[in-house]
C-alpha cells in the first residue's frame, strides 16, 4: 500500500527539479550571445553554417541554420573573449564577418554569387569590413585581379582605413587578404611592412591576450629582419648556384629543394597559392610539363590557410611544402616573390637560370634545358 506522504514529497520533489531545470533552461537562453541575421536571395531551404577558425588551418561549425522560404536566416554564438573572424558558408562558398561579445550583425547575398554579393553591417567592425571589400572589388572592376595587389592608390586607401584602428580584426583581414594570388600587403615590400608593424604594435599593446598578436609580432620581426631598410631585396644565390629551402611537407617531413636538384634533372621552383583563381591552371601546366619527362618539382605553398593547402597538396604528384606565417618571408625575400603563381628553373648543373612569371610560357623555357 503506497503512502501518502512519500508520494506528496516525490511529486513535491518532481516539481522542484522541474523548476531548477526550467531556471537553467531560461539562464542558458539569455546567455549573452552574437547574432548574425540576414537574407539570401535564392537559397529557401538550404542550410547556411556559421564557421569558426580551430587555430590549426580549419574551421569548424559553431552554428547552422536552415534558410527560411523568405529566404531569412538567424545564425547565434557565444562570446570568444576576443575579436573573431568568422564566415559563413553556403554550398561551399565563404563570406567572412567580425564578431566580438554580443554584437548583431546584418548579412545579405545572392546564392547565385555568395562571396561577391555578400555585404555586412551592424558595428564598426563589420562596417569597416565591407567599405574594405568594397575598395578591393572596385579596384578589381577596374584593373583586373592580377593588378590590384600592386594598385598604390587601393593601397594608400586601404591603408588609411586600417590606420583608424590597427587593433581592429579588420585589419588583421588585410595584412593576410590575396587577391588575384598575391598579398595586398606584401611584407617583402618596406612601405607595405610599415603598415604591417603599424597593425602587429597595436595588437601588442593592445590585445596582448589575442591569438593573433604572436602571429603578427612573428611575422613583422621576421620580416623586417630579411628586408633592410636601407635596400631593396635582390636575388642571392650561393656557392650552390641557387637558394636552398627547407620546408615541411603536408606529413611534417622537412624536405629540401637541394635534394630535387641532387636528382639531375631540369628542377622547377613554384610558388603558389592553391585557394588563388589561377592555380588549377598553373597545376594543370606542371604537370603536362612533369608527364614529358626529366624534370622535377619542388612546389611552395603560400596560402594563409594550412588546412586548405594540406587537402589540395597530398593529392599532387611532386613535392609539395608549406611557407607558413609562421615561416615569415626569409624565402619569399630571398627569390624576390612579389606575386603568385611564380615559377623558377634550375638547370642540370645546378644553376638558378630562369624566372617565369607567365605560366604560358613555361614549357618552352624549359625546353631549353632538358
Not at 23 to 29: K, P, V
Not at 66 to 86: M, S, V
Not at 100 to 121: L, T
Not at 279 to 306: C, F, H, K, M, W
Amino acid at each position: 500500500m503506497s503512502n501518502p506522504r512519500f508520494a506528496l514529497r516525490q511529486s513535491r520533489l518532481g516539481a522542484a527539479i522541474l523548476s531548477i531545470v526550467a531556471i537553467l533552461m531560461l539562464a542558458a537562453c539569455s546567455e549573452p550571445r552574437w547574432s548574425a541575421a540576414g537574407t539570401v536571395e535564392g537559397a529557401a531551404g538550404r542550410r547556411i553554417i556559421a564557421e569558426a577558425p580551430d587555430g590549426r588551418g580549419g574551421w569548424y561549425p559553431v552554428d547552422t541554420a536552415t534558410i527560411a522560404d523568405d529566404g531569412t536566416f538567424l545564425i547565434t554564438g557565444t562570446p570568444f573573449g576576443h575579436p573573431e573572424l568568422l564566415r559563413l558558408s553556403l554550398d561551399g562558398a565563404q563570406a567572412y564577418f567580425p564578431v566580438d561579445s554580443i554584437e548583431q550583425i546584418s548579412f545579405s547575398a545572392s546564392a547565385a554569387d555568395f562571396q561577391k554579393s555578400a555585404r555586412i553591417s551592424g558595428t564598426a567592425s563589420a562596417d569597416r569590413m565591407q567599405q574594405a571589400n568594397d575598395l578591393i572589388a572596385a579596384a578589381v572592376a577596374k584593373n583586373g585581379a592580377a593588378a590590384a595587389a600592386s594598385d598604390a592608390q587601393l593601397k594608400r586607401s586601404l591603408a588609411e582605413l586600417m590606420l583608424q584602428d590597427p587593433a581592429d580584426i579588420t585589419s588583421y583581414y588585410l595584412v593576410f587578404h590575396n587577391v588575384g594570388g598575391a598579398r595586398l600587403f606584401n611584407p617583402t615590400d618596406r612601405r607595405d611592412l610599415r603598415i604591417i608593424g603599424a597593425v602587429a604594435n597595436a595588437f601588442t599593446q593592445q590585445r596582448p591576450a589575442d591569438p593573433r598578436t604572436p602571429l603578427l609580432k612573428e611575422l613583422y620581426l621576421s620580416s623586417k629582419a630579411a628586408v633592410s631598410p636601407s635596400q631593396p631585396v635582390v636575388l642571392q644565390a650561393p656557392s650552390i648556384g641557387y637558394p636552398d629551402i627547407a620546408l615541411a611537407d603536408e606529413k611534417g617531413a622537412t624536405r629540401r629543394l637541394s635534394d630535387a636538384v641532387a636528382k639531375g634533372n631540369v628542377t622547377l621552383v613554384s610558388f603558389i597559392a592553391y585557394t588563388a583563381d589561377n592555380s588549377p591552371a598553373t597545376n594543370v601546366e606542371l604537370n603536362r610539363i612533369r608527364q614529358a619527362g626529366g624534370v622535377e618539382i619542388y612546389q611552395i605553398g603560400v596560402d594563409p590557410d594550412e588546412f586548405q593547402w594540406r587537402q589540395s597538396a597530398r593529392n599532387l604528384p611532386w613535392t609539395t611544402v608549406y611557407n607558413s606565417p609562421k615561416d615569415g618571408v626569409t624565402v619569399l625575400a630571398t627569390y624576390n616573390v612579389t606575386t603568385l603563381p611564380v615559377t623558377f628553373v634550375i638547370n642540370r648543373q645546378g644553376e638558378l637560370v630562369e624566372r617565369v612569371d607567365d605560366i604560358t610560357r613555361l614549357a618552352s623555357t624549359v625546353n631549353k634545358y632538358r
